[in-house]
Every structure is written in structure tokens, then in C-alpha cells.
């Protein structure tokens, strides 16, 4: 809770132990076991940081943290401690938090989308688990399409454009190197299961702004922002890429702003193990440096696992403020955990801190932050103060008044499919006269339903000039490109998903032209942020 303008986390007989906001950006960890009391020492964080009129955001894995939403309300075990430790008088007060609520599936929340443009190869490789020579030809694509002004929005962008790079490929490799149909097809292969896992709906524009997550209320308590991740949890790599994007836009396009007395934002990481399951060294490495760096420009960072032995060394090191809730220590490898936990604290001599590890209840916690000089405090044994809101998860329909009354509703509910990859090698299809000399049997049929179709668009719309041709032209191609069919019939098979906003043929022309220069823009700012972070930091 929020106390004399410091941040209490928990108490116990002789003292409180008051995390500093000033060095709330020298990041934290919360540890322990599942069902020893992580989640309320989470509540009890963002809380103290939303009165601090610091934005937070947090992913809810349960669905239990929504309760941050509703006034909480008394308890045996909350009356108890409020009792012995004096909480009333230091400001104790149970009441409700402002939230915005945020799902990448649209149900439970705000869709959060991303194109992959912003992405970018490198993120898009780890959620394939693509091999380096896989992840070269996803890179080339990604070139290509920069250098030709095709966007790469969504899923179906992506097919047009691998099938269209490999139809060319005598036109590209003198450039960019080999490009092998082999690994090509396996990366369209990923992508049907990357569909399967909601891709379709998190590959898609209006893309998440960021500035939207650091953002007051008008009583001037941060907004805590709560991403729905029961369902999520069923797809570890979109979740973990998720979050290593948003640390990277962070990174990115926030200011350097030096010693603050209070974040600019902070961000819990949950379930961290799943950021650095399978993460090559390399990759690690960097994650590390942007956790470093970051704190500069006034954001603080929080991950939550069951052991400390989860999160890197390296990483581990840069987290000044740490809870640590029990550990078992039933089998060897479960004393090791244990053991590492303890060698994380500065001991205290009043106790062994491995011992008391295994011994901790529910609520109760190993506490240790830094202190005005920024050094690690003494571990302390205490009692978690309890949340100020509500204990549980909200009601389905109490979550959906307050979805509806978002501000960023009209922002985001309705997905809009722009003139992207996918559109603009399509438009090769309606200005080639001797299309149908050139297309395969196998896709005439399809392709000239899409003609079909295009063609009953209102003849008093005028089309935008098409997509610029590459620069150099292999000999004796036809003018017609068999990768630009398979591009349409690869990337053209898409259902309409309930909640997208179907737009007829005359209001895409009509948009067409603020669609491409909107388009435009944002490839520009957001392309080179993983491609800069992730692929030339030193």
C-alpha cells in the first residue's frame, strides 16, 4: 500500500519494509511457490503504484487479478493484520482501481494487435522456432517488402510475400543470398499453426500504441492495465514474443530520462520463465542489455516465476527488489532452487535464510530492497500487506461495463483490414492482359473468381497506382509472376473472423491512398525496432 509516500510491502513485529519509489526502476522480482501468495503480493504492488500515479501493466493468468476492478472487503486474516500492524492509521482503505481491461483474443478485453511489420523477423522467427537458415529466408522476405513498399500487416501479407520472393528468387538472390524452397515452405507450414493459435487475430491493424498503457485517470492514479491470459497461457510463444515486444517498443521510443523520483511505468512480467525457455545465449544476452538500459528511461520491470533460478544470472542481478515466497524442498533439485533464493538476500543474522525459505505460510514473504543509496537491504521475514481491492475475479458482465465504457473502445474493437502485401500483388492480377495464358490450372479457377469479384467494384472509383515493380527484372519472365498467384491463393483462403469491420471494394479504393501513407509511415518508425534492437546491439 501506499504510505508516506513510500510503497509498503509487508510488516512484521519490530518494523515495515517501504520499497522507495525512487528505485522502483531498478527493477524487482517476486518468487515462490504456486498458491503461496504471489498474485496478492502482485495486487498489493500495482495498487501502491497506481496511487503513486504510476501506469502499470500486468498479465492476469488466472483471471483472478480483475478483482483490482471491485472495492475489496473484510476478512478474519485482513482484520487481523490490519489490527496488529496499524494499517488503518498509515492510510489502509478498501476501494476499487481504474483498469483497462486487454485480450489479444478480443473476449476478454480490448484487442491487442500487432502487425508484423512491427514485429519484425527476429521476434517472428522465436514464435516459429525457425533454424537460422529458415529465420535467413523470413529476413529476405521482410527486406524484399521494405525495399518495395509492401507492407506486411497480417498473416495473409506474409504467404503473398514468401510465395512471391521464392517465384523470384533469380531476381533477389544476386542480392540478398540463396533462397531455399525447402525453407520457405516450412515457414508457411509454422505459419498455419501460429493461425491455429489466434494468429490471424493478433497479426492485424489498428496495431496497439503504446502511449495508450501510460496513461492516468482524472483523480490522477495510474491506470493498470490487465491482459487476459487464461486462454493466452495456451500459447506460451505468442505471449512470451508479446512481451518481449512491448519491452522492445519501450525500449525503443521512450526518452532517456535519468534519476526520476518515481517510474514512468511499470511492467510485471508473469510466468517469466516462459521469456527465456529456449532462448539461445545470444538472444538472452540482448534481452539483458535492453533490461539494463531501460531503467534509464523510467521503467521498471518485475518478473514473477517460482524460483530465482528461472530468470537468467545476468538478469537476475539487475533485479534490486525482491519478494520471495515459500519454496519446497522435497527432492534434491528443489534444494538447489532453495538455495539459490537464499544466496539472493543479504543475510540476516536473526535467522537462516534458506531455512525460513522452506518454512514460510501463505502470505508470508522474504522481503529485501534497496535503500537510498541503492543498496540491498538486510532480508526481512513479514507479512504481506493486504490488497485494498477486491480479493478474486469480477463477474463477466461487470468486466464488460467496463470494457464498454473504455475511451479506447472506438480505437480498437473493430479490426480494419488496410491495403497491405496481400492487396497490392493482387492489383498485378487485374492490369495483366494475358493473365490467363499464364496461370497454372491449379489456381486459374480461384484467380478468376478474385478477378470476378474485383471487377463488380463501382466503376466511378479510380484504383491507386499499383505496387512499384522490383528494380531489376529477371530475363525473359513473363510479366506475370507465378509466386504473385500462389501469393493469392496462399494468403487469399481467409475466413472473415466475427468482430472485423468488412469494408466493400469502393471504400478500400477510396481509403486507399491515407491507408498506403498511414501505412507508410508507421514501416518506417517501427520496422527497424527489433531489426535494430534485437539484430545490431553490441
Given amino acids: ?126 514464435i516459429l522456432n525457425l533454424s537460422e537458415a529458415q529465420s535467413g529466408v523470413l529476413n529476405i522476405v521482410f527486406k524484399v517488402a521494405d525495399k518495395n513498399s509492401l507492407p506486411i500487416i497480417d498473416l495473409k501479407d506474409l504467404k503473398s510475400m514468401i510465395n512471391h520472393v521464392v517465384e523470384n528468387k533469380d531476381q533477389y538472390e544476386g542480392e540478398y543470398g540463396a533462397i531455399a524452397d525447402k525453407s520457405a515452405n516450412t515457414i508457411l507450414r509454422s505459419l498455419i499453426t501460429l493461425e491455429d493459435q489466434g494468429g490471424n487475430d493478433f497479426f492485424f491493424e489498428p496495431a496497439l500504441d503504446l502511449n495508450d498503457f501510460m496513461k492516468v485517470d482524472d483523480n490522477g492514479k495510474g491506470i493498470i492495465n490487465i491482459l487476459d491470459a487464461q486462454k493466452l497461457s495456451l500459447s506460451p510463444e505468442i505471449y512470451s514474443t508479446f512481451l518481449l515486444w512491448m519491452l522492445s517498443e519501450l525500449f525503443e521510443n521512450l526518452p532517456e530520462v535519468g534519476d526520476m523520483d518515481k517510474p514512468k511505468f511499470v511492467f510485471f512480467f508473469d510466468e517469466a520463465h516462459l521469456l527465456f525457455d529456449d532462448m539461445s545465449p545470444e538472444f538472452a544476452k540482448k534481452i539483458e542489455q535492453i533490461v539494463r538500459l531501460i531503467r534509464s528511461k523510467g521503467v521498471g520491470l518485475y518478473f514473477i516465476s517460482q524460483s530465482p533460478a528461472d530468470i537468467p544470472d545476468d538478469i537476475l542481478a539487475q533485479l534490486g527488489n525482491r519478494v520471495q515466497h515459500a519454496l519446497h524442498a522435497y527432492t534434491p533439485k528443489d534444494q538447489k532452487a532453495v538455495k539459490v533464493a537464499a544466496e539472493t538476500f543479504r543475510p540476516n543474522p536473526e535467522f537462516n535464510t534458506a531455512d525460513v525459505i522452506s518454512e514460510l505460510g501463505i ?22 500487506v493486504p ?152
Fill in 1 to 126: 500500500m501506499f504510505a508516506d509516500e513510500k510503497i509498503l510491502i509487508g510488516c512484521n513485529e519490530n518494523t515495515g519494509v517501504y520499497l522507495l519509489p525512487k528505485l522502483a526502476n531498478r527493477h524487482g522480482l517476486i518468487a515462490g511457490a504456486t498458491g503461496t501468495g504471489k498474485t496478492v503480493t502482485l495486487k498489493v504492488m500495482a495498487e501502491s503504484f497506481s496511487d503513486l500515479g504510476v501506469p502499470v501493466f500486468l498479465a492476469d493468468m488466472k483471471g483472478d487479478i480483475s478483482g483490482l476492478a471491485k472495492i475489496g472487503s473484510d476478512t478474519d486474516f485482513i482484520t487481523n493484520n490490519r489490527q496488529k500492524y496499524g494499517l488503518d492509521e498509515k492510510g489502509f482503505n478498501f476501494k476499487a482501481y481504474p483498469v483497462e481491461f486487454w485480450d489479444l483474443f478480443g473476449e476478454k478485453g480490448l484487442p491487442v494487435r500487432v502487425t508484423l511489420s512491427e514485429m519484425g523477423p527476429v521476434l517472428l522467427s522465436k
Fill in 363 to 384: 502470505g508470508e514473504a522474504l522481503v529485501s530492497v534497496l535503500d537510498e543509496k541503492g543498496v540491498p537491504t538486510v532480508v526481512e521475514k513479514v507479512n504481506i
Fill in 387 to 538: 490488497p485494498q481491492s477486491y480479493i478474486g475475479a469480477i463477474d463477466d458482465a461487470r468486466r464488460e461495463e467496463l470494457i464498454n465504457l473504455s475511451e479506447l473502445k472506438s480505437k480498437y474493437w473493430e479490426a480494419v483490414d488496410p491495403e497491405s502485401a496481400y492487396e497490392l500483388l493482387l492489383n498485378k492480377i487485374d492490369s495483366n492482359p494475358d493473365l490467363q495464358s499464364e496461370v497454372v490450372p491449379e489456381t486459374k479457377e480461384v484467380i478468376e473468381q478474385a478477378i470476378e469479384q474485383r471487377q463488380e467494384a463501382p466503376a466511378e472509383v479510380t484504383p491507386q497506382a499499383e505496387a512499384p515493380e522490383p528494380e531489376q527484372e529477371a530475363p525473359q519472365k513473363p510479366a506475370f509472376d507465378l509466386g504473385d498467384i500462389l501469393g493469392t491463393v496462399m494468403g487469399g483462403g481467409q475466413t472473415q473472423k466475427s468482430g472485423r469491420a468488412k469494408k466493400s471494394e469502393a471504400q478500400k479504393m477510396a481509403e486507399r491512398a491515407a491507408s498506403q501513407a498511414a501505412n507508410t509511415v508507421a514501416r518506417e518508425v517501427t520496422k527497424g525496432i527489433m531489426r535494430g534492437i534485437f539484430g545490431q546491439m553490441k
